[in-house]
Structure formats: structure tokens, C-alpha cells
């Protein structure tokens, strides 16, 4: 996508290109579950225990009916895998006693779970973790809003990076360093922050220069509401996706027109 975009900016000099913000956060999300491997592994194992298994399914609620079953964590989506930690940071000690009543020659996941659950350093590694870093799912989730001004979006990825300053330790020092590399690679969400100052009137006085130079003062106004991700993109080739399967024969053109005009309708009186 950056060299489409160098491509592209000879034809179009004032075109911005900014990676998606909320697949960064999930690039770090994803150095976090390598640094914690115990607790990926109790997560990945735990999760295959009650997959299709009724009767472990019942005796896991009537040990305790209050809480859900464990979670299973879809890696490609964004954040899961911290929502996951947070579970057992909060769920540790139920699901622990479920897992003992359980006869690991049933399956090799519950031996694993067995064998992982009890680990040295487990508690005090989900307690960091949800600490620390339930703030990312925080922010993959606001970043998803639609119609967010340039100003509150960029105002949530400050608020993440500040919060990290405070990070000690082995991890801590990691994670800083990813998110650091994840976004001052992207070059394009430091023009949009220049531009975000003077939308904001934090640059009085700031020239249109260097990146902006292409740029005059009326273009500046169309990107108060610039997004810096492509959530909706996806979203809507999801979309189009489930309109054009296989076992669709006889869809005519007017008739996929219509389709197309009610769910653009139904997305906008969301």
C-alpha cells in the first residue's frame, strides 16, 4: 500500500495515505500475547476444552451459574485475545476448580489447561495485563465509531501512548517500543496531527509547508472529519460479499441496485 501510495502521489499530490489506526493497536496487542505465552497458552487450550463438550459445558454452570463460559478469542479480531486475559484475571480461581473436576485422559486440552493453569507468575501476568492494557480494546473499539472528528481520534491514540509511559519492566519496555515503531512509520498520521493543530488553533501561526505545502487553507477544513482507519471499508466488503455468494443464480442487476440503496439506507439510520 505504500508504494501504491508514492505511485499515486505524482497523479494526486494532495492525497494523504494513513495506515488503519485500529489494525496498529491490534499489532500491538499481538506483541503483548507473545511476551505472555503462559497465559496464551492457557487461553488457547482452556478455550478447545468446552468447545463442543456438553457435558463438561454443565458441570462448568452448575459450579458457578453466574458467569459465561470461557471465551474463545478470534486472533484476526481486533482485542480479542485482551478480552480473553481479562476473563480469567477476573474468573481465574472458577475456572481453575471447574478444571480440576475434569479427567485429563478425556482430551490432551484439558491436560494442557492442567498443566498451564497452574504456572508460577500466572496471576500476576493477567493482573499486568489487564492493567495495562485493557486500554488498547478500549481504543480499538472508539476508533470504530463512525463520524468522529480528526481531533477526538487522534486525542485516543494520545491518550494510549501517554498511558504507557508508565509502563515498567521487560514488557512494558517491548510494548513501548512496538507501538513506537507502528506509528512513526506512518507518516501520513503525522500530517493529519499538524493538520489537527490548526483545525484546533494550536499552530496560530503554522505555515502550510512541507507535507501541507500541496495543501491550501479550504482543503485544510475538509478534513476535520478525515478518518484514520478502514473499519468501514472492511465493513462494507463484508457486505457486498453476502450479496454476492455462490448460490446466488438469479440475482438480476435492478434487483442488486435495490439491495445496495436499502443497506446504504439501514447503515446511515443505524
Same mark, same amino acid.
Given at each position: 500500500?505504500?508504494?501504491?501510495?508514492?505511485?499515486?502521489?505524482?497523479?494526486?499530490?494532495?492525497?494523504?495515505?494513513?495506515?488503519?489506526?485500529?489494525?496498529?493497536?491490534?499489532?500491538?496487542?499481538?506483541?503483548?500475547?507473545?511476551?505472555?505465552?503462559?497465559?496464551?497458552?492457557?487461553?488457547?487450550?482452556?478455550?478447545?476444552?468446552?468447545?463442543?463438550?456438553?457435558?463438561?459445558?454443565?458441570?462448568?454452570?452448575?459450579?458457578?451459574?453466574?458467569?459465561?463460559?470461557?471465551?474463545?478469542?478470534?486472533?484476526?479480531?481486533?482485542?480479542?485475545?485482551?478480552?480473553?486475559?481479562?476473563?480469567?484475571?477476573?474468573?481465574?480461581?472458577?475456572?481453575?476448580?471447574?478444571?480440576?473436576?475434569?479427567?485429563?485422559?478425556?482430551?490432551?486440552?484439558?491436560?494442557?489447561?492442567?498443566?498451564?493453569?497452574?504456572?508460577?507468575?500466572?496471576?500476576?501476568?493477567?493482573?499486568?495485563?489487564?492493567?495495562?492494557?485493557?486500554?488498547?480494546?478500549?481504543?480499538?473499539?472508539?476508533?470504530?465509531?463512525? #463520524? /468522529? &472528528?480528526?481531533?477526538?481520534?487522534?486525542?485516543? *491514540?494520545?491518550?494510549? =501512548? !501517554?498511558?504507557?509511559?508508565? @509502563?515498567? +519492566?521487560?514488557?512494558?519496555?517491548?510494548?513501548?517500543?512496538?507501538?513506537?515503531?507502528?506509528?512513526?512509520?506512518?507518516? #501520513? /498520521? &503525522?500530517?493529519?496531527?499538524?493538520?489537527?493543530? *490548526?483545525?484546533?488553533? =494550536? !499552530?496560530?501561526?503554522?505555515? @502550510?509547508? +512541507?507535507?501541507?505545502?500541496?495543501?491550501?487553507?479550504?482543503?485544510?477544513?475538509?478534513?476535520?472529519?478525515?478518518?484514520?482507519?478502514?473499519?468501514?471499508?472492511?465493513?462494507?466488503?463484508?457486505?457486498?460479499?453476502?450479496?454476492?455468494?455462490?448460490?446466488?443464480?438469479?440475482?438480476?442487476?435492478?434487483?442488486?441496485?435495490?439491495?445496495?440503496?436499502?443497506?446504504?439506507?439501514?447503515?446511515?439510520?443505524?
Amino acid at each position: 500500500m505504500k508504494k501504491a501510495e508514492r505511485s499515486l502521489k505524482v497523479f494526486y499530490s494532495k492525497m494523504i495515505h494513513v495506515t488503519c489506526a485500529a489494525y496498529g493497536l491490534h499489532r500491538i496487542v499481538e506483541q503483548v500475547r507473545d511476551h505472555f505465552s503462559t497465559v496464551d497458552k492457557v487461553i488457547a487450550n482452556c478455550k478447545k476444552v468446552f468447545k463442543k463438550a456438553p457435558t463438561r459445558v454443565e458441570i462448568f454452570k452448575i459450579e458457578d451459574p453466574g458467569i459465561c463460559l470461557p471465551p474463545d478469542p478470534i486472533i484476526t479480531r481486533w482485542g480479542s485475545w485482551i478480552n480473553a486475559a481479562i476473563y480469567y484475571c477476573e474468573k481465574l480461581i472458577t475456572v481453575r476448580r471447574v478444571i480440576e473436576k475434569l479427567d485429563e485422559d478425556d482430551a490432551a486440552s484439558i491436560k494442557k489447561t492442567k498443566k498451564y493453569i497452574i504456572k508460577p507468575g500466572l496471576e500476576s501476568n493477567l493482573a499486568y495485563i489487564k492493567s495495562n492494557f485493557t486500554i488498547l480494546v478500549e481504543g480499538i473499539n472508539k476508533l470504530q465509531t463512525k #463520524g /468522529l &472528528s480528526l481531533i477526538t481520534v487522534l486525542k485516543i *491514540i494520545e491518550d494510549i =501512548e !501517554e498511558s504507557f509511559k508508565s @509502563l515498567r +519492566g521487560e514488557a512494558g519496555t517491548i510494548v513501548k517500543n512496538k507501538f513506537k515503531t507502528v506509528f512513526e512509520n506512518n507518516n #501520513g /498520521l &503525522s500530517t493529519l496531527k499538524r493538520i489537527s493543530k *490548526i483545525l484546533s488553533g =494550536e !499552530e496560530e501561526n503554522g505555515e @502550510l509547508d +512541507g507535507d501541507l505545502e500541496e495543501l491550501t487553507s479550504n482543503d485544510i477544513v475538509f478534513f476535520k472529519y478525515s478518518p484514520i482507519t478502514s473499519v468501514d471499508v472492511e465493513r462494507s466488503f463484508s457486505t457486498y460479499k453476502s450479496l454476492l455468494t455462490d448460490n446466488r443464480r438469479n440475482f438480476k442487476f435492478e434487483n442488486l441496485a435495490k439491495h445496495l440503496i436499502i443497506q446504504y439506507n439501514s447503515d446511515n439510520f443505524e
